[in-house]
Structure formats: C-alpha cells, structure tokens
C-alpha cells in the first residue's frame, strides 16, 4: 500500500544552522509529493511539492527534490530562523487521495 | 486557491452524544475530504466527500459512525455520532480542484473533546 515514513521529531536547531528532516515513501504508481507546514494555531498550508522524478519544490528558502531512486523527498533549509518553528508533513498523493507522515515539529532557538 | 471555513472551531461534547461539523468554501472545488487528527499523530483519511451520493469511506471508518453529506460543490458535514472519549481528535476539512497533483487545502479544523 502507500505510506510516508518521516523523521520523528522534535528537532531543536538553533538560528542560522542547517536543517534536514527525512521523507520517504512506498506508492504504487507516480506519486505527488509535498511537504505541508503547521504553524502554531494555524491550519496546514502547502511549502513545496514536486510531481515527477528529480523535480525540485522549493519555497521560502526550504527545498526538496524527488529522488525516485531511493523513494525519497527530504526537506532541507540551509539557515532556519525562529520563524520556521513549526511542525512539517511529508505528503503523498496518488488518485487524488492524500496520505501524510507523522509530521516532525521543529523548533528553532534564537 | 481556497478559503475553508469550518465550524464549530472547538467543542466539548457529552459521550453518547453526536456533533455535525460544516465545511464551506469560497469557490467550487472537485474534491472534498475529511481527516482525522489525533493529538501527536498524523492526519488519517476518514472519507471522501461526494457530491449528490454516498461518501467513500476508507478502511477503519464507517458510515454509521461517520456521515457525511455534500449536497453541493462548496459545502459538505461531517456527524461524529455516538461519540466515546476515542473520538476526541481534530477533524479536518480539505478541498482539491482535483488536477492531476493538485494542492490540497485546510480548514483550521474541530477540536473535539468528548467527556
């Protein structure tokens, strides 16, 4: 079946240090994939997504690129702010129907 | 995009007792789905929400316990009937346009305790 494996969290990073959280992914078929964004007491909106093999999604300086290789989507920041605390998903879709990972909070340090 | 409105935002209900939840949006969209988020867990598919006919319900979730209605293309309900304290979750509304790799969209979700 389809399913999203992710990083389990939390991570605490302090400001400007370099962040990865891991996705990967079982799916039949040609997956979209995407990494939504929880801010606190905010509802889930969309950060990147890619739809075929070796595209790159990338959004507010986070980027991801689908390797179908290793069935993967890792989310990467090169310098995460206080800002970005938040909790991430990593999503698939296949026939329009959504599956989620268990989504890795992060918090960042001033 | 889409703007979701889901109310109520919050509820605490007696157990036994039932709660519809409205999901409304700004535009006509293809697809709606209502999610289940439970405290420190991922979001699960409760069912697709079809418009004029009986929703898709995924395995693990029935329709005696979860009804869904979506008379229309722009408002659907959810029922959690019979409500046990394992119902206590947040329940989330989302909308596609049904494109192939289409953005989902959220509503802010329910908070549903149940006592």
């Known amino acids: 079946g389809n399913s999203v494996t992710q990083m389990e969290g939390p991570v605490t990073l302090s400001e400007e240090a370099f962040l990865t959280i891991n996705c990967t992914y079982t799916?039949?078929?040609?997956?979209?994939l995407f990494w939504y964004v929880q801010y606190p007491g905010e509802g889930l909106q969309l950060l990147l997504k890619?739809?075929?093999?070796?595209d790159k999604g990338s959004n507010k300086g986070f980027e991801a690129t689908y390797r179908k290789e290793t069935t993967s989507f890792h989310l990467e920041k090169g310098s995460v702010q206080v800002s970005d605390s938040a909790v991430y998903f990593c999503?698939?879709?296949?026939?329009?129907?959504?599956?989620f990972g268990t989504g890795t909070r992060l918090k960042v340090l001033a | 995009s889409a703007v979701i409105s889901q109310k109520p935002s919050r509820d605490i209900c007696q157990r036994g007792t039932s709660l519809t939840i409205q999901c409304q949006v700004d535009?006509?969209?293809?697809?709606m789905f209502w999610y289940r988020q439970q405290p420190g867990q991922s979001l699960t598919l409760i069912a697709t929400?079809?418009?004029?006919?009986?929703?898709?319900?995924e395995s693990g979730f029935v329709i005696d316990k979860f009804p869904i209605s979506r008379p229309n293309l722009t408002f659907s309900t959810l029922t959690v009937s019979n409500m046990s304290p394992e119902d206590s979750s947040i329940y989330l509304c989302?909308?596609?346009?049904?494109?192939?790799?289409?953005?989902?969209?959220f509503g802010q979700g329910t908070r549903l305790t149940v006592v």
């Open positions: 989302s909308v596609s346009y049904g494109v192939s790799s289409a953005e989902a969209f």
């Open positions: 799916a039949t078929g040609y997956p979209s």
């Open positions: 890619a739809t075929k093999a070796d």
């Open positions: 999503a698939l879709m296949v026939t329009y129907k959504y599956i």
């Open positions: 535009s006509q969209v293809t697809m």
């Open positions: 929400a079809n418009q004029g006919s009986e929703a898709t319900y």
